[in-house]
Structures are given as C-alpha cells and as structure tokens.
DNA sequence: AAAAAAC
C-alpha cells in the first residue's frame, strides 16, 4: 500500500459529503469545520508532496478541483464536496471518481449487458464516486447514502458482480434486504446486469406455501450470488445450507432499516459475525437513502475503518417530485379526493401508489374505492406470498393503474411510470404517533420521480395533529409543501399537477 | 392494532 508521505496533520474526519456537510440536529453549534486539502505534484503516490491550505467553507470551486488537465491528482483530506473527474484519498487509499464506466476496469462481459441490456449511458454521481471505493484495493467498508432514484442498486449489483470470482463455484457475494419484494426486485436487476458473465445467483426468501420445503431438506446453495431477506439467509447459515467461508463482499440494502433497533439489527448483526467469523476480511457495503443520526453513531460502532458517504437531510428531498398537502375535514373527503380529483386528472399520467399506516386502512380504503367503482390492488404483508407477488407483477406490468400499500413498498421499489404517490396518512414513529416518521416520509415520496422523472405527492390531512406532523416534516427537511386550497376544488388538483410539470 | 421477516 502507498505511504502518504506528508507533512501535514493526518486528517481527523474522513467522512466525504459528497452534496454538502451533514450537520445534525441542533445539538453543533460550533464554527464551522476548518477544511484542508493538499495537492498532490505527481501521479506516483509514493513521491508526494503536499501543499497543505486551510480555509473555512466547502470547496465547491470547480477550479480548485479541476486539476486533472495539468496531470495533478488530487487528494481529499476533508470534509469536501466531490466533483466529477476528481481523485480523492481517505485515509490510506486514493480513488479516482469514473465518469464512465470503462474507467471502472469492468469486465467486457459486464459493459455489455449496461449498455445493451441496460442501455446504460454514464455512471450516475452516486456510481462514479462509490464504485472505485468499491472495486479499488484494499476493498475498504462503505456507508454510503444517496438520493431515492440515484442509481444505489447498480452501486452494490456492479460490486458483487465484479467482485465474484467466476471461477469458484460457491457464495461468495451475499445481499440482504428488507422485505421480498425488494430482494426480488435487485435480484432482477443482478440477473439483467449479469446477464453475459455467467454468474449464477439465487433468491433467498420465504417460499410460497404450495413448494414450502424445510432448508434442512434443502441442496446447499452453490449461487456466487445470494440476495435475500434476514431471517432466510440466517437460516441457511445455521442450517448449514448456505456456507459463508468465501464471502467476499456482504451488502445491505436500505441499511439505516436494517441496522435499526427496530427494524432488522438483530438478524443483520447475526448474519455479519457469522460470516465475519469466518471470512474475516469480508467487505461490508451499507447502502441507503437515509441514515439518522442514531443509525449512524451505531453504524461507526459496528463498521470498522469504513469509507463513508452522506448527503446533508436538507438537500435529500428530490426537486423533480413536488409536494403538496390538502386539508380534507374528514375522512370520506380523503377517499373523495382521491376519486374525484386526483385519479380522475391523474389516470393518464402514470401510475400511483397510495400508501397507508395500516394493514386494517389499507383494507378499509380499498373497499372504499372498489365500491365507488375504482380499479385498484392492494399489497400489505398479510396477504400471500404468491398474491403479493401477483399484484406486484401486474403493477409492474402496469396492467393495474392504482396500487394501495403499506410501508411494505416504501422503501426501495422501482417503478419508473409511478409519478403520484399519495400519503392517504402521514407515516409516524411507532413509540410516539406524534412524531413523524422522516425517513419512511422520505422512501415513500422517493417512490416518484425515479432517476429524475417529475412526480407529485399528496399528503391528505385531516385534523391539527396532521397539520403538526407536516409542519414538522417541513422544518426537517427544509423543504416547502405546497397547500392545495380546496380539497374539492378541480381546478386546485390541475394547477398543483400543472406545477409539478405533469399536465 | 405499525410494518416488515419468520418461526
């Protein structure tokens, strides 16, 4: 490994924020972080030399970073904004950002099935920054958030893919996510993406009733690649089914759910020490559209010596997705509004998707709706697997228009024709119902507006507490919510779609 | 009555 030789201080921080510092809470008042940065003279690393400046402020001077004409390298050494085009250094290891994917040394096999399959173009900023982290030796842990629709999944499906030793016939990338939807849905994704390699893979989810079979009865899993839910993937590992010995590369989807308290961190720290214990420089990949701040402190305990990268919550809401809320004085005004204004203007334009707190609202709303003469589905963790799987297919096929659901599709679900989504009630924290919940806020309107589409959000309110709640969505993200006058006022919903560029 | 996974 190169020796950074530098007269400068080791840096103290070595988190990178690649949209802007992440300042938490009210609880840091102090000044604003001093920023270093030093430049480095030539491109072998191990003859450095370092002009070291300090500055206060971010350095999102592209001059200052646009070096790579002069055949200058750059390191980082701070908390920085990372531009395209631009080599950084955390710790001990330099990277440099891959404006194309070629420059990420990807195998033919692999570039073939982006740009035909995929018709992938360009990395997006997510992928050009995290992927040489990624694929570059020493192969360091990653924390990694970035916006809904960014390009996460290619992040992690590109690294198990490369990473995977085609050769060897046994796991050896695993991949835990948080519901069997999503698990499917990124194994789809591997599967296209890995379409010309070779690389086999399996699912790792609850089996429907009708081929339910004990893993005890099981073959051993001989996939490179597992992606999976918790408590399966837990199974096969102490079953014995699923052998970890040559896992190399351990992801987690929407980590900041699973590693908190109530979500998966159980099961996830389980499986991390089963596979650590015995593969002991497996790769950790976290990857997430949100982490809070307790998530975070854990995810430094649990992660040693890891690259990390955060977007401040203020700049998290997406800019194409607009937000509005609508006063509705009561309940059957909520469904009215949903009848009468928003399908009604909105049928042309894509798909929606209305998600509820309950299970018992998701049943109770569809009736609703389905009595007035509506055509929708429902999706909610009770039902079936395979009806599960049913409705998320026709929905996926866009052979259903409007799809009920609770937090079960909030997070993760890609669905690029879903430009309305509708908060029928606002998500809160389960300790404490007046407080929202900000993340679950964040997935779900992040459901819209894939990859840049315009999208639009309703939240229907009803009451002073549901007013509370917004308010304090608002503050948090920093971000303006519309208010839709009159909840029974057509032209009210064309103006709002109008703004959202939809009509 | 929170939802998710899984027994």
């Keep these: 490994m190169a020796e950074l030789k530098s007269n400068s201080a080791p840096p103290a921080e070595r988190k990178l924020y690649w949209a802007d510092e992440a300042e938490e809470e009210a609880t840091s008042k102090s000044a604003p972080p001093k920023l270093s940065w030093g430049e480095v003279a030539a491109s072998s690393v191990d003859a450095l030399s370092i002009r070291e400046t300090e500055f206060n402020g971010f350095l999102d001077e592209p001059e200052a970073l646009n070096i790579e004409a002069a055949n200058i390298s750059f390191i980082i050494l701070a908390r920085i904004k990372i531009l395209e085009k631009c080599s950084c250094y955390t710790g001990d290891t330099p990277?440099?950002?891959?404006?194309?994917?070629?420059?990420?040394?990807l195998t033919p096999a692999l570039l073939k099935g982006l740009y035909t399959d995929l018709k992938f173009q360009h990395p997006s900023k997510i992928q050009a920054i995290s992927l040489p982290m990624i694929l570059t030796p020493p192969y360091k842990n990653l924390v990694a958030q970035a916006h809904n629709g960014s390009g996460k999944t290619t992040c992690f499906v590109l690294g198990m893919l490369s990473r995977v030793d085609p050769n060897l016939k046994a796991p050896q990338a695993i991949c835990i996510c948080p519901t069997r939807e999503l698990a499917i849905q990124n194994l789809e994704v591997l599967r296209k993406m890995g379409k010309h390699t070779g690389i086999t893979s399996?699912?790792?989810?609850?089996?429907?009733?009708?081929?339910?079979?004990?893993?005890?009865?099981?073959?051993?899993?001989?996939?490179?690649?597992?992606?999976?839910?918790?408590?399966?993937?837990?199974?096969?590992?102490?079953?014995?089914?699923?052998?970890?010995?040559?896992?190399?590369?351990?992801?987690?989807?929407e980590a900041d759910h699973m590693l908190a308290e109530d979500g998966f961190k159980d099961d996830s720290l389980r499986i991390m020490k089963d596979i650590q214990r015995i593969s002991a420089h497996c790769q950790v990949l976290l990857f997430s559209a949100t982490f809070n701040q307790i998530v975070k402190n854990f995810v430094s305990r649990v992660i040693n010596d890891h690259n990390q990268l955060f977007v401040k919550k203020e700049e998290l809401s997406l800019e194409s997705v607009k937000q509005y809320k609508v006063d509705c004085p009561d309940e059957l005004s909520k469904v009215m509004v949903i009848k009468d204004r928003i399908l009604e203007l909105g049928e042309n334009l894509g798909q929606t998707i209305i998600f509820v707190r309950t299970r018992h609202s998701a049943?109770?709303?569809?009736?609703?709706?389905?009595?007035?003469?509506?055509?929708?589905?429902?999706?909610?963790?009770?039902?079936?697997?395979?009806?599960?799987?049913?409705?998320?297919?026709?929905?996926?096929?866009?052979?259903t228009q409007v799809l009920i659901s609770t937090d079960l599709l909030a997070r993760g679900f890609d669905q690029q024709?879903?430009?309305?989504?509708?908060?029928?009630?606002?998500?809160?924290?389960?300790?404490?119902?007046?407080?929202?919940?900000?993340?679950?806020?964040?997935?779900?309107?992040?459901?819209?507006?894939?990859?840049?589409?315009?999208?639009?959000?309703?939240n229907l309110l009803m009451g002073g507490r549901d007013e509370m709640l917004m308010e304090k969505i608002e503050r948090h993200f920093n971000s303006q919510i519309a208010q839709v006058a009159a909840w029974n006022n057509a032209e009210d919903f064309r103006g709002a779609l109008k703004a959202a560029g939809l009509l």
């Design 95 to 105: 990277y440099t950002s891959a404006s194309t994917f070629e420059d990420l040394k």
């Design 363 to 399: 049943s109770t709303l569809h009736k609703s709706l389905v009595e007035l003469g509506y055509e929708v589905t429902t999706i909610q963790g009770a039902l079936k697997q395979e009806d599960r799987d049913k409705i998320v297919k026709e929905f996926k096929d866009g052979l």
């Design 202 to 253: 399996e699912c790792a989810v609850p089996m429907d009733s009708t081929n339910y079979m004990s893993f005890a009865k099981r073959p051993p899993v001989t996939a490179q690649i597992v992606v999976g839910t918790p408590g399966t993937i837990k199974k096969g590992i102490s079953a014995k089914k699923l052998s970890v010995g040559s896992v190399k590369i351990l992801v987690f989807d």
């Design 417 to 458: 024709q879903v430009n309305l989504v509708i908060n029928y009630e606002l998500p809160v924290k389960h300790e404490n119902h007046s407080e929202p919940d900000y993340e679950v806020y964040l997935h779900r309107i992040g459901r819209a507006g894939r990859f840049g589409r315009k999208g639009a959000v309703f």
